[in-house]
Antibody, heavy 118, light 106 residues
Framework: QVQLVESGGGVVQPGRSLRLSCLASGFIFSNAPMNWVRQAPGKGLEWVAVISYDGSNQYYADSVKGRFTISRDNSKSILYLQMNSLRAEDTAVYYC???????????WGQGTLVTVSS | DIQMTQSPSTLSASVGDRVTITCRAS??????LAWYQQKSGKAPKLLIYEASTLEGGVPSRFSGSGSGTEFTLTISSLQPDDFATYYCQQYTRYWTFGQGTKVEIK
């Protein structure tokens, strides 16, 4: 069955960096566009970034553009999110989610918590 | 950017009630709308896509309707497992979620 397992979250000071990972299994990872979605404590869902199946295209929400980078290693079935210049407002649970061919998100990981605080 | 607005924000209901949640888009999104259920501390789960198509394994008491800018999610007879927060999502141009509707026990 499809499994997405995020890791790499933790507490980080403002201005510092963190890299999240999402290990995929149960499907052909190299065929699937992938996303990161975040949820601030007690708040709703916010799409963060998407990457094409082969990594050649990436798109970002305005709130993270220029600071975050989405990438993937298809040989290891891992999705990444490099987060630089972190701000308090980046505090959230970060989910990876698989994009179905028809563009909605059909599978989600369990999430990893990132807390930006001094 | 396409904005999604859900109503109500919170809904109090009893087991067996018929529940309806509304989602409005700031511009036409045709039928490119999904609904997700999220329980506390868990990942969202896909319920419905293309406004009205039920994802496999989702109980038939869930249904979706609408097109253009106005959509609804209906639970025909609320069950104990349905108390959760529900989000709509447009996927016409990138992805935007509604702010969520919490369905709580009356």
């Amino acid at each position: 069955q499809v499994q997405l397992v995020e890791s790499g979250g933790g507490v980080v000071q403002p201005g510092r960096s963190l890299r999240l990972s999402c290990l995929a299994s149960g499907f052909i990872f190299s065929n699937a566009p992938m996303n990161w979605v975040r949820q601030a404590p007690g708040k709703g869902l916010e799409w963060v970034a998407v990457i094409s199946y082969d990594g050649s295209n990436q798109y970002y929400a305005d709130s993270v553009k220029g600071r975050f980078t989405i990438s993937r290693d298809n040989s290891k079935s891992i999705l990444y999110l490099q987060m630089n210049s972190l701000r308090a407002e980046d505090t959230a649970v970060y989910y990876c989610a698989r994009k179905h061919f028809d563009d909605y998100f059909d599978y989600w990981g369990q999430g990893t918590l990132v807390t930006v605080s001094s | 950017d396409i904005q999604m607005t859900q109503s109500p924000s919170t809904l109090s209901a009893s087991v067996g009630d018929r529940v309806t949640i509304t989602c409005r888009a700031s511009q036409s999104i045709h039928k490119w709308l999904a609904w997700y259920q999220q329980k506390s501390g868990k990942a969202p789960k896909l319920l419905i896509y293309e406004a009205s198509t039920l994802e496999g394994g989702v109980p038939s008491r869930f249904s979706g309707s609408g097109s253009g800018t106005e959509f609804t999610l209906t639970i025909s007879s609320l069950q104990p497992d349905d108390f959760a927060t529900y989000y709509c999502q447009q996927y016409t141009r990138y992805w935007t979620f509604g702010q969520g509707t919490k369905v709580e026990i009356k």
